[in-house]
Structures are given as C-alpha cells and as structure tokens.
C-alpha cells in the first residue's frame, strides 16, 4: 500500500473512530463541535475522513469525550 493509500485509510478509520465514540457517549455533533469551539460540518468532515484534524485538536476531542487522547487514536492503523 502506497503513502497517500495509507493517509487515507488513516483518516478513515480515524473518523470512524471518532464516530463511533461520540456516538457510544450520546454526544451530537453539534455538541461535540460546541465542546470543542468548532463548527459542526468540521466534525462532520473529520468523520467522514474529509479533514485531517491536527493533534491539537485531537486532545480537544479527547476530552470532549472524556477519553485519554491515546484512546482516541489506538487501533486505527
């Protein structure tokens, strides 16, 4: 598999990761965009693999969820 092949499922199972997390803990989009000071098409885009989130952003979702930020990321590669 190729670098960009890699980034991309990265991305994807990022976003699925996060999905799946917020969905576990009942919190909208909406409210995890408010939580995090952002919009909700942004979380909408990390989700959908649209966006790379940076690593700070990252940590704010982490502790939107109340999770550790190497809870966020395990098992996605």
């Known amino acids: ?6 980034k ?3 991305l994807i199972n990022l976003g699925k990761h996060i999905r799946e997390l ?3 803990k009942g919190i909208s989009q909406e409210e995890l965009a408010f939580k995090i000071n952002s919009a909700r ?3 909408g885009s990390i ?3 649209e966006k790379a989130p940076t690593i700070v952003t990252l940590h704010r979702i982490a502790r939107a969820l109340n999770i550790k930020l ?3 990321v ?4």
């Open 1 to 6: 598999m190729g670098q960009v092949e890699t």
């Open 22 to 24: 917020r969905l576990k």
């Open 8 to 10: 991309a499922q990265l």
């Open 47 to 49: 989700e959908r693999a």
């Open 70 to 72: 190497s809870d966020l």
């Open 74 to 77: 395990s098992g996605i590669d």
């Open 41 to 43: 098409n942004f979380i």
